[in-house]
């Protein structure tokens, strides 16, 4: 499938020249393609930020919520209808930050989605504020004389909580971007692909250049299915590893544990009852509107 069934056609893109955010929506779009997964059989889930606007430019279903509330409408969207892909994609502000919360409980419940997170290490939207990913000594107008908390570890969290699948990328390379997010896509039960991605604009220190330098992909003698050694891996510092670091894919989705489709497979809103009367009920809140 040519990846260019998911484009906009002529639209402004608001992301600065140079942003990552480009390459991750290339790649993303290239794997979809790979992945013969039809924009009508595609929901993109975000919440508030310059990579939360990726929705906006990729044509597939989509809903862009409150900040850092993307992850339970995803949740929410796969249970009333597993047929479809759902991607659950924002910044490291909103998912670890003010999402910070869902993000741990949409790993306890492992809904069958994946969970793309540009990582910038700073808050790119409201103009070059530390994120949770932050490294010490991050200096912004708002942390004068730098950032003195340690970042948060999104794939330590998410490792410890038995994440079902745990990866991290780097934008910089966009091959092997590509070959984790089909990874993830494809995988069953929640999987989170943490991407590195230069702020060309608010984070002059992690760089392309910096990423490059601070990471290393890790090799076949990783076990991703070794919970202590995928720990070990995603607390290392100086070189921060790239990869699968972890599976789980023996546990059951949230949309298993529900019950929902244990007897019927059909999608939950193909089973209202009565759809025809919900829909003059709508209908009639709209013509009172
Ligand atoms: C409840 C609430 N708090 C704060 C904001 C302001 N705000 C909008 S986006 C954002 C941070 C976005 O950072 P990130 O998720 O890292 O995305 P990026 O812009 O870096 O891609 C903040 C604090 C908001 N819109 N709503
Ligand atoms: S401010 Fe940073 S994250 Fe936002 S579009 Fe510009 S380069 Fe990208
Ligand atoms: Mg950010």
Request: proline share 6%; hydrophobic share 40%; charged share 20%.
């Amino acid at each position: 499938m040519d990846k260019k069934v998911f484009d906009m056609g002529k639209i402004d893109i608001a992301w600065c020249p140079g942003c990552g955010d480009f390459g991750i929506l290339n790649v993303l779009k290239a794997a979809l393609a790979e992945l013969e997964i039809k924009p009508e059989n595609l929901v993109m889930v975000s919440g508030i930020g310059q990579a939360a606007k990726i929705p906006h430019y990729l044509r597939a279903h989509f809903f862009n919520g409150l900040h850092g509330r993307a992850l339970p409408p995803a949740t929410a969207i796969k249970a009333a209808n597993p047929s479809m892909t759902v991607i659950a994609e924002s910044g490291d502000g909103d998912m670890y930050g003010e999402g910070g919360n869902h993000f741990i409980h949409t790993i306890r419940r492992n809904p069958n989605i994946t969970n793309i997170v540009h990582n910038n290490m700073v808050y790119g939207l409201t103009k070059g504020q530390a994120s949770p990913t932050s490294q010490l000594g991050f200096k912004t107008p708002v942390q004068v004389a730098g950032v003195f908390l340690e970042p948060f570890n999104p794939l330590a969290v998410a490792i410890a909580l038995d994440a079902s699948f745990v990866a991290r990328a780097s934008i910089v390379d966009m091959e092997q971007t590509k070959e984790i997010l089909k990874k993830a896509i494809t995988h069953k039960g929640y999987a989170l692909v943490d991407i590195f991605q230069p702020c060309v604009t608010f984070n002059r220190i992690n760089t392309r250049d910096w990423f490059k330098e601070h990471t290393y992909y890790l090799d076949d003698s990783h076990d991703p299915t070794d919970r202590s050694a995928a720990f070990q891996k995603a607390i290392e510092k100086d070189k921060m590893p790239l990869g699968v670091f972890y599976t789980s894919p023996q546990k059951k989705t949230f949309e298993q544990n529900t019950g929902l489709y244990g007897q019927d497979d059909k999608p939950l809103f193909e089973r209202i009852p009565d759809l025809p009367r919900l829909k003059m009920l709508i209908e009639s809140f709209r013509d009172a509107g």
